[in-house]
């Protein structure tokens, strides 16, 4: 009986030891930064001297005293600042070429194919987070989050939703409408935009991009630069299928985000109840005045600047160069009136498509923002602003375990460790190459350069 016994608390013995091992085993990884300054993505003032512990995906303590971690990998980051990954929110991840060629000379393979690889790239720039608005996102989102390809966190539009002859409409002349009776809609119709006439119509279109894996649903809005057969002045949508989209989106838990550029848009739409206004760069002080009221986010994007009449000819064609530039021309007073009108729910965006190699100056963003706002403001559209506007996905919040564009205790693992405080001089986020020296997504180091 007594060797029964011990026979028995042995093999208990030994499925406690199995237990601890297995234990040991799922403890999830930690990393601890030490020797940092940490811009956390709200404060102007950063956290000196401080250390970051990370464990698993998840920040699990930011310290000025020592982190007790014994287990940890330890980076020193040298008296670099620490701050939040960045988050472009108004980005077409898989609109890596002219259009035209997308449309019409390329299958789907090399859609996928070619915006894998400029996803890596788009992360090794800094941007760890990014909101898709508009195009086939949601396949390359599913691929990166299963550990099949390297790249950003991918909030996706799914397919935009445009009227006949909006900024959705990329047929050719004689091509027939895609919801006429015997049309075999191109995978064009099927994944980048729906065309959509009337409530039920644009009900269905919504209700599709939220089928197919939407977070939140793309309406174009207005007249846009890189389609053809709509003037830049036009309102697109009637005010009932503007509502629709947005009470349609809402049932889910979600919102609209707009192509917009001119008053009579803007207005229609805050008035329609969507939440995000994008690009906008032809407003006047009257709709910053219905923006400021109704407390809504802005995504402009004034890396445009940058770019001349022949670069956007090559990339969208002949006709969208003279909408291009009177875009263009109403980038700077666009900056100033959210400045002047005191419009704080503004986030960080670029809206480069069409172009592998205008993508390559995604970071240049920093440098014309910074003609109106402070380093720190802009920092804080890049990180927590554009954070908060993600977290608009409410329930459909593809991650939801923690904030975005923060770091705090429970927010993502996303983070950068920049060469200097661009806290003070944001013109150090141009050069990522050189002044990322490491970047971390979910937990995972993606690039380090530290010795």
């Not at 698993?56 to 330890?74: M, S």
């Not at 788009?122 to 599913?142: E, H, N």
């Amino acid at each position: 009986m007594k060797h029964l016994r011990h026979s028995t608390l042995a093999a208990f013995a030994l499925v406690l030891a199995g237990a601890s091992q297995t234990l040991a085993q799922d403890a999830p990884q930690q990393t601890l930064f030490t020797n940092v300054h940490v811009f956390d993505g709200v404060n102007e003032t950063r956290i000196e001297n401080a250390n970051v512990l990370v464990e698993g995906n998840l920040i699990k303590e930011v310290a000025t005293e020592t982190i007790d971690a014994p287990d940890a990998t330890v980076i020193n980051g040298g008296g670099r600042t620490l701050m939040p990954g960045l988050i472009d929110a108004h980005v077409h991840m898989a609109i890596t070429e002219p259009v035209a060629d997308l449309r019409d000379n390329f299958d789907w393979m090399y859609w996928g194919a070619v915006s894998t690889i400029e996803a890596e790239k788009m992360l090794l720039r800094g941007f760890t987070s990014v909101r898709d608005a508009g195009g086939p996102a949601i396949g390359l989102q599913k691929a990166i989050d299963r550990g099949k390809a390297v790249g950003p966190r991918i909030y996706p539009s799914g397919p935009v939703i445009s009227q006949t002859s909006g900024h959705g409409e990329h047929r050719h002349y004689t091509e027939p409408h895609p919801n006429f009776q015997g049309a075999s809609p191109s995978f064009f119709n099927q994944h980048v935009e729906f065309l959509a006439d009337g409530v039920p119509e644009v009900l269905r279109a919504t209700r599709e991009a939220l089928r197919l894996g939407a977070s939140q649903i793309k309406v174009m809005a207005g007249g846009g630069v890189s389609s053809s057969v709509d003037p830049l002045h036009t309102v697109q949508f009637l005010p009932e299928e503007l509502e629709a989209a947005v009470k349609a989106a809402a049932d889910w838990d979600t919102y609209v985000l707009v192509h917009v550029y001119n008053d009579e848009s803007i207005l229609r739409s805050i008035e329609a109840g969507v939440q995000s206004i994008d690009h906008a760069q032809l407003m006047t002080e009257v709709s910053a005045q219905a923006i400021k009221d109704a407390d809504v986010w802005v995504v402009p994007f004034f890396s445009l600047l940058g770019l001349d009449a022949e670069t956007v000819t090559k990339a969208l064609g002949p006709l969208s160069a003279p909408k291009f530039l009177e875009v263009q021309g109403g980038a700077r007073n666009q900056m100033r009136l959210l400045k002047e009108f005191g419009i704080e729910k503004v986030a960080f965006s670029t809206d480069i498509i069409g172009d592998p190699v205008a993508l390559t100056k995604q970071n240049d963003e920093f440098k014309y923002r910074l003609e109106q706002w402070s380093s720190y403001e802009v920092l804080m559209q890049a990180t927590s602003k554009a954070g908060e506007l993600l977290a608009l996905s409410g329930k459909l919040n593809p991650y939801p375990e923690g904030p975005l564009g923060v770091i705090v205790e429970g927010a993502y693992a996303d983070i950068l460790l920049v060469d200097g405080n661009p806290v003070e001089d944001a013109m150090i986020m141009i050069d990522y190459e050189n002044n990322f020296d490491l970047i971390m997504k979910n937990g995972v180091i993606y690039k380090n350069t530290l010795n």
